[in-house]
């Protein structure tokens, strides 16, 4: 299986469509066409970083800049980021949109994913990040700017699971 | 040296400066000389002090963008440094208090307590350019002047003792703070936009 092209697309021009000016990042397999978009877009200004939850850090300086950002990572890197989205973007009240590649669930061939996958959802409800699947290439884009508007009316994280459905080929 | 003496040193500068300072007895100095609308003091989530900096760094390049942060703290997130590298926010300047101590948790000794560990190496090892180490409120001031007038991303170590204020506390909620220190920031966007 590859990284879908024509959905990595979609989802690029969804968050330009959301209003979106600014993303933070750590690559990642199904991430890498979506980043090379971005880095090649000269309004879109991407933050490529150490650790995912520097990406808090981040995200929160752009909040407080008044401009749009959006998060990019792995389930796994959502992890590696819990402190900064409780003790950061929770605490305070910072909104966070992020968008995660939903890696170890249905499908899932490689086994270093799989438990990453299987507690994912559970840690989301835990933390009280409300959150929804992105599957299908016709409503992510509204997926995506539904996110970013309830992230904003909240003042809450808010995730988006990008699914094996829609970022494999 | 003592870190609130620096504080005070830098605190008629951070007028203007949009702030961003770690927990702690960092934060209490600062508060301690009168709190400003431009300032944020992030009372959690230690080592994002100098993330946030840098998110609004970019963002606001009209602005200059001070972080006061800590040893205890930057160790939390040493690859901070090699983000800032990468995308040298030519207004930010990152003051690291080393105190060789986690004052705020106890005062346990540090990684830095020994001295075997150099921040300041590995700031400039990450490749940041402008990188001072200062051990007296002379150099220190120095340093802050220096970076003030320089048009690139400064860090400055400060090794600093490991004494902190006698009380805590603070008359603003910390969703207070956040809200106000957004409202700051976009009062002056739409000032420098009129003007």
């Known amino acids: 299986m590859t990284v879908s092209y024509e959905n990595s697309k979609v989802?690029?021009?969804?968050?330009?469509?959301?209003?979106?000016?600014?993303?933070s990042a750590l690559p990642e397999t199904w991430l890498g066409l979506l980043l090379q978009r971005a880095e090649d877009d000269p309004d879109m200004e991407l933050f490529q970083v150490a650790k995912e939850e520097e990406a808090i850090g981040i995200a929160a300086g752009a909040y407080f800049a008044g401009t749009p950002h959006v998060l990019l990572m792995q389930n796994h890197g959502f992890f590696a980021a819990i402190n900064g989205i409780v003790s950061l973007a929770q605490l305070y009240h910072v909104p966070l949109c992020m968008l995660i590649a939903y890696r170890g669930h249905w499908g899932e061939p490689y086994p270093w994913h799989t438990r990453g996958g299987i507690v994912t959802e559970e840690v989301l409800r835990a933390l009280a990040i409300p959150f929804e699947y992105a599957r299908s290439p016709e409503r992510v884009a509204k997926q995506i700017r539904e996110a970013w508007v309830f992230s904003q009316s909240s003042l809450s994280p808010v995730a988006l699971l990008l699914t094996r459905d829609l970022m494999e080929a | 040296?003592?870190?609130?003496?620096?504080?005070?040193?830098?605190?008629?500068?951070?007028?203007?400066?949009?702030?961003?300072?770690?927990?702690?007895?960092?934060?209490?100095?600062?508060?301690?000389?009168g709190h400003r609308e431009n300032f944020f003091y992030l009372q959690h989530a230690m080592g994002l002090a100098s993330s946030i900096g840098l998110g609004l760094a970019v963002h606001l390049p009209a602005e200059r963008v001070v972080v006061l942060d800590g040893d205890g703290s930057v160790l939390m997130n040493l690859g901070t440094f090699v983000t800032l590298a990468r995308y040298r926010p030519t207004n930010m300047i990152h003051v690291v208090f080393d105190n060789g101590s986690l004052l705020s948790t106890?005062?346990?000794?540090?990684?830095?307590?020994?001295?075997?560990?150099?921040?300041?190496?590995?700031?400039?090892?990450?490749?940041?350019?402008?990188?001072?180490?200062?051990?007296?409120?002379?150099?220190?001031?120095?340093?802050?002047?220096?970076?003030?007038?320089?048009?690139?991303?400064?860090?400055?170590?400060?090794?600093?003792?490991?004494?902190?204020?006698?009380?805590?506390?603070?008359?603003?909620?910390?969703?207070?703070?956040?809200?106000?220190?957004?409202?700051?920031?976009?009062?002056?966007?739409?000032?420098?936009?009129?003007?």
């Not at chain 2, 609130?4 to 934060?27: D, R, W």
């Not at chain 2, 150099?118 to 409120?137: F, K, L, P, W």
């Not at chain 2, 001031?141 to 400064?154: H, K, N, Q, T």
């Open chain 1, 11 to 23: 989802i690029f021009d969804g968050i330009k469509a959301a209003g979106i000016k600014s993303l």
């Open chain 2, 1 to 33: 040296m003592e870190r609130a003496g620096c504080i005070e040193m830098m605190y008629p500068e951070l007028e203007e400066k949009v702030v961003v300072t770690i927990m702690g007895a960092c934060a209490q100095e600062l508060y301690n000389l």
């Open chain 2, 106 to 195: 106890g005062g346990f000794d540090s990684q830095t307590a020994s001295g075997t560990t150099d921040i300041a190496a590995i700031a400039r090892g990450a490749g940041i350019e402008h990188v001072a180490a200062v051990s007296t409120t002379t150099e220190f001031g120095e340093a802050f002047v220096d970076a003030l007038e320089r048009d690139d991303l400064s860090v400055i170590v400060a090794k600093v003792a490991a004494v902190g204020p006698e009380h805590y506390g603070m008359d603003l909620h910390l969703p207070e703070n956040a809200f106000r220190f957004k409202r700051w920031i976009a009062e002056r966007k739409r000032a420098e936009h009129t003007a």
